[in-house]
């Protein structure tokens, strides 16, 4: 088994597994492609509790006799239940923010490459000037 799970791991190294790969490139353009909602309703869910008693039995052992008592304690028993329904906003699309390079690690024939990066990312290509020298993580390529 220890052998199968080396073996996996070095054809994983082997191939390329890591998504952590950095590109670079002159800044083009970029691009936010804001996130979408709609209004959509569900169902209303309530707590729904009920009271009630019990009769509990008792008993005590002393010096070999058994004595007996009953006691009535309450109790209650709650669940949930749907009452109605309620609105919300359902997201359809996420935010994302795009980042386009020219000449794409050193290859003048690469140009005009889309990537998705996260925000913090984009802030930094915002302030760059175009043509200005990137270099960053993408999310995944193409927005």
């Known amino acids: 088994m220890a052998a199968g799970v080396a073996l996996l791991a070095c054809a994983l190294s082997a191939c390329g597994g890591s998504k952590d790969s950095t590109v ?8 936010i492609v804001t996130k979408k909602t709609v209004t959509d309703t569900r169902p209303r869910m309530v707590e729904q509790c009920t009271t009630g008693t019990k009769r509990v039995k008792h008993t005590s052992t002393t010096k070999g006799k058994t004595r007996t008592w009953y006691t009535t304690e309450p109790t209650r028993t709650c669940r949930k239940v749907q009452q109605g329904t309620e609105t919300y906003d359902r997201v359809v699309r996420h935010a994302r923010w795009c980042v386009e390079l020219d000449d794409v690690d050193g ?16 802030t930094k290509a915002a302030a760059a000037a175009e043509g200005d020298k990137l270099a960053f993580t993408p999310l995944r390529a193409g927005c």
């Open 24 to 31: 670079s490139g002159a800044r083009d353009d970029l691009r």
């Open 107 to 122: 290859n003048a024939g690469r140009d005009d490459v889309w990537y998705e990066v996260d925000s913090a990312t984009y």
